[in-house]
């Protein structure tokens, strides 16, 4: 258990002492049993308060476990408490295993400090910790730094492994000391509440005790923890930091970098998979069948009925509705050019394997591919051969018979040449579309403005919903110019199916995504060496209950909200994270475990209120 002094500072936060949980028969004996993510409330508006276990004590022996000059075995820790040493925890790298206890140096006469930094590839705090980790090098008392960095999730939301530490790496402006996978969560127990990556723990190498904890701290505060950390280390007096100024007197100057990089939106980034991907003639093809309900089978819906610009791309309905009800709400697509992932369970990987589902899909527009080929030699023909070359011979009905698609005995009873001739159509109208869905950007929003320096951009209620923003942790998950991390989490939102029968998200479609042949690493992609983020993949059962973050671009203007459209207000959206996250409710209608990173606040204290003015802001 964690002890009196670490309790008290946690319930200065607002927050309950940690529980644990039954041992991961998967993880080292040695290592911390894993728990359950807490749900308690914090106060966002609170100072940051540190976990500082070096004040309350009277000054230790310098080097407790060196008696004369003897170095003791490291300490035997059961579980992770306050006052005592990180268990002699093993992590996966990329080379094998990397122990904990190598970094135990009792005798060490000019000790380095641990910086023990738990990280998550899907985190925005994250990548930008470690995208300044040269700040550390550079800090007056870097030399005496030593940086191990423990990733505990993937880009997918998933457990780490080694296979994500080179990608993660990637991301680093200076490279840490020590990089492995933690895939147990091992160092879990040393969040105070709700947590918030990442987690950073300031070690003394000789005893391997926290001399600090913090949650997300900004970079200033880490300069701060350094400096105390050294100084309690060494015995020396610390390193004075200058008078530092804030940004509109909300923000410090490193909270500010890390919110400047949400704007400007820019331009889609390239899409090797679509050669056409930025081509004009292309995209005046795929607007002309964006447009076009000839496609479907019925001649009335084409893309725009349920992606409309009245409605920013959607289509302003809780649940779809195509040629039938469907069970989802519709995703705009404004913003989707700049994420890998599409639809809300992430079964296609590119926008124009996007494209192709709803024309086929019997509740939408129920069309077949032979007749999307047909339909472009009549009404397309000299836009597709401008872009794309000659279609086939399609007026050979024996060839090609009405209404074929797989899964239609029509289409397996034609030739596999005819077939893939098909297929090239279908796959081009596909890229065609996506070219044109690039050219749809979302104009500058007060959010944009207010971050390029015109600070009456937005209401001050906004400004102080941007703080609320930070401190709340939405912006783990909400970050970037397109204010996503193009990942998946289960937030507990209720179904929006007809049967009422809990939604699998993405653990019901991972399957259909490796097995379709319009990945981005398939026969049909431009460049098949883009299938990186494939490696690997595989339905687990912490996929359940998963669902694609969406933007928060516009977010405004696409209600009602939720990927099954039961909220018809922000505030109710909102509130749903408050009381989701803190464990006071939960639907019945959902499916797999809460996302244990989600961050409860009051509902009382206007919270809802700033964030909802942001939200607003942040839509043009």
């Known amino acids: 258990m964690r002890s009196a002094s670490l309790l008290a500072a946690a319930l200065a936060l607002g927050c309950s002492e940690p529980a644990p949980a039954p041992a991961d028969a998967g993880s080292d004996a040695t290592a911390p049993q894993d728990v359950a993510a807490p749900r308690d409330v914090i106060d966002v508006t609170a100072p940051r308060d540190v976990v500082d276990v070096t004040a309350p004590r009277d000054a230790p022996d310098p080097n407790p476990r060196c008696p004369n000059g003897q170095a003791m075995p490291y300490p035997e820790v059961a579980e992770i408490a306050d006052d005592a040493p990180v268990p002699a925890l093993r992590f996966m790298g990329a080379a094998g295993e990397v122990r904990l206890a190598d970094r135990y ?22 990548r930008f910790a470690v ?23 993937g880009e997918q939301n998933l457990p780490a492994t080694t296979a994500d530490l080179a990608p993660w790496l990637a991301r680093y402006d200076a490279p840490p000391d020590h990089l492995a996978a933690d895939p147990a969560y091992s160092l879990l127990p040393y969040f105070l509440g709700a947590p ?6 300031f070690i003394d190498p000789r005893t391997m005790i926290p001399l600090r904890v913090q949650e997300n701290p900004t970079p ?3 300069e701060d923890n350094l400096n105390a950390a050294v100084a309690a280390l060494t015995g020396g007096p610390r390193v004075t930091t200058p008078l530092r100024t804030r940004v509109d007197d909300r923000f410090s100057q490193g909270e500010w970098e890390f919110l400047r990089e949400m704007s400007p939106l820019g331009r889609p980034p390239p899409d090797p998979t679509n050669r056409v991907a930025d081509n004009p003639r292309a995209a005046a093809l795929g607007d002309a069948l964006f447009h076009d309900p000839g496609l479907s089978s019925n001649g009335e819906v084409s893309c725009a009925t349920c992606h409309s610009v009245e409605h920013d791309l959607a289509d302003g309905r809780a649940t779809g509705l195509g040629l039938r009800a469907l069970d989802r709400n519709t995703p705009s697509v404004r913003v989707s050019p700049h994420l890998r992932w599409q639809f809300w369970d992430g079964r296609a990987d590119s926008m124009w394997s996007q494209a192709l589902g709803p024309i086929e899909n019997p509740d939408e527009m129920g069309g077949a591919r032979t ?3 047909r339909r472009i030699s009549l009404q397309h023909r000299a836009l597709y051969t401008e872009v794309f070359g000659a279609l086939p011979a399609l007026d050979d009905a024996a060839r090609f018979p009405p209404g074929a698609r797989p899964g239609v005995a029509a289409w397996e009873s034609m030739r596999p040449e005819d077939r893939a001739a098909i297929d090239g159509v279908f796959v081009n109208a596909g890229k065609a579309i996506a070219a044109y869905e690039r050219t749809l ?37 909400h970050f970037g110019p397109a204010l996503s991390n193009d990942s998946f989490h289960n ?17 019901a479609t991972v399957r259909a995504l490796l097995a379709s042949p319009f990945r981005a690493d398939g026969a049909f992609s431009d460049d098949p060496t883009q299938g990186a983020h494939l490696a690997g993949l595989a339905r687990v059962d912490i996929m359940e209950g998963m669902f694609h973050t969406p933007t928060l671009r516009n977010v405004a203007h696409t209600g009602p909200w939720g990927h099954g459209g039961t909220f018809t207000t922000l505030d109710a959206v909102i509130l749903h994270y408050a009381d989701v996250a803190t464990g006071h409710h939960r639907e019945q209608s959902t499916a ?28 043009d």
């Open 441 to 477: 950007a979302p104009r500058a929003t007060a959010f944009d403005r207010y971050l390029a320096g015109d600070f009456a951009a937005m209401t001050p209620l906004a400004r102080d919903g941007l703080r609320t923003f930070l401190n709340a942790g939405c912006a783990q998950c």
């Open 491 to 507: 937030i507990g939102m209720p179904t929006g199916r007809r049967d009422g029968v809990p939604d699998q998200g993405r653990y």
């Open 105 to 126: 140096t009792p005798c060490a006469r000019e000790p380095k400090l641990l910086v023990l930094r738990v990280v998550a590839a899907w985190s925005g705090h994250s």
């Open 371 to 373: 007749e999307v080929a």
């Open 220 to 222: 200033e505060e880490t």
């Open 131 to 153: 995208g300044h980790t040269n700040a550390l090098r550079r800090s007056a008392i870097g030399s005496r730094v030593e940086v191990f960095d423990a990733l505990v999730f």
């Open 196 to 201: 918030r990556l990442p987690l950073v723990l």
């Open 592 to 619: 797999g475990e809460a996302d244990r990173h989600l961050v409860g606040f009051h509902r009382d204290d206007g919270t809802g209120a700033r964030i909802a003015e942001l939200l607003r802001a942040m839509s």
